[in-house]
């Protein structure tokens, strides 16, 4: 791969997560839904811009060189007399490496490349291990739960279905081994779980299931596992931890602002809330850091004064701006940063 696609990949990639890091420090907490939607547009920037170095790069390649006619009597390095040694490494690297002596960028992989190649691999893995174990072990409450079959549970999730204006459907189940409500998600099925202790008739059981719906509707299950696959890749990189980070808790803030304006009064909300962060206490440390990991955070913003949702017009004024400045993140990515002679 040439050193251009390498350089220009890692430059815009990390301008596509620093714009988004920079509005959020600007807009100090407020609102959640627009740094969400910026932090998302960061991520699918961050895998656009190597791609469309490569792309950059490819067609750069297959374009016809057209050699000045003064040069063709220049005389051709003979690459051929350099000496090599092949080098057999463990069938872990799954492949072998050869050394070039004579240090050409013309030779295969360097055998220093290959390791550092095995040890991204090897560390990428162990990443992606760690952070599927919290979503591992709600896909098996998920597998144990039992369809809803309560008439008034029902009733308040089709309403909240038809007030947030959801399109298709959402299947809903309960377990007893769900210490909070969740939603999960796949391409095909969309899927709220409640302990089995849920009560409709509860100030906040509304304002609960709009914000697992919220969630579904918005896509955070699958901006979740996007934000999860760019950490296993790139680990190495500070800011796409920081991207996770900042996703899962704006993604929260977000969907608590959409129930608060179907809750009935606020206490009743952070109530339930509370009661089940008291469940969560000695359960399944994966499945309740989950989701619950942060719900003490969310309480204190529930109950904060000031609590207020983004203007439709601040939304579209991010969007516009930060469209801007992904059009510079690629372009940045797609720029010749490869030095004469050894692209």
């Not at 092949?86 to 490349?113: D, E, H, K, N, Q």
């Not at 969560?280 to 204190?300: E, K, P």
């Amino acid at each position: 791969m040439s050193q251009a696609v390498v350089v220009g990949s890692l430059v815009g990639g990390t301008l596509a997560l620093l714009v988004p890091w920079v509005v959020s420090m600007v807009l100090r907490g407020r609102h959640p839904a627009v740094r969400h939607t910026l932090w998302r547009l960061g991520l699918i920037v961050f895998w656009l811009v190597p791609i469309a170095a490569l792309t950059a790069h490819l067609v750069g390649v297959t374009q016809p060189v057209v050699v000045p006619a003064h040069r063709l009597s220049e005389e051709v390095p003979n690459f051929s007399s350099l000496e090599t040694r092949a080098v057999r490494l463990p069938p872990l690297l799954l492949a072998s490496f050869t050394w070039s002596r004579g240090g050409t960028p013309y030779g295969a992989i360097p055998i220093g490349l290959g390791i550092l190649i095995a040890l991204w691999v090897t560390v990428g893995v162990m990443v992606w291990l760690v952070r599927r174990r919290g979503e591992a072990a709600l896909w098996r409450v998920l597998r144990r739960a039992e369809p809803c079959e309560d008439p008034d549970v029902l009733t308040l999730a089709e309403s909240v279905h038809a007030e947030l204006g959801m399109v298709g459907g959402v299947w809903v189940k309960m377990s007893p081994d769900a210490c909070i409500p969740f939603a999960l998600a796949n391409l095909e099925h969309r899927w709220i779980v409640l302990p089995a202790d849920f009560d409709p008739q509860a100030p906040g059981a509304a304002s609960v299931l709009a914000h697992e719906m919220t969630h579904l509707q918005r896509g955070d299950p699958l901006t979740d596992r996007l934000a999860r696959l760019t950490s296993t890749l790139a680990w190495w990189h500070p800011l796409v931890h920081l991207a996770g980070r900042h996703l899962r808790r704006t993604a929260e803030e977000a969907a608590d602002d959409e129930a608060l304006s179907l809750a009935s009064s606020p206490d009743g909300y952070a109530a339930e809330l509370l009661r089940y962060a008291e469940q969560a206490v000695g359960a399944d440390r994966h499945a309740a850091s989950y989701r619950g990991g942060i719900l003490s955070a969310r309480v204190r913003r529930i109950l904060a004064a000031g609590v207020r949702r983004a203007t439709p017009l601040s939304t579209a004024s991010m969007l516009l701006t930060f469209a801007g400045l992904a059009a510079v993140c690629i372009a940045a990515g797609v720029h010749d940063f490869s030095t004469p002679g050894y692209s």
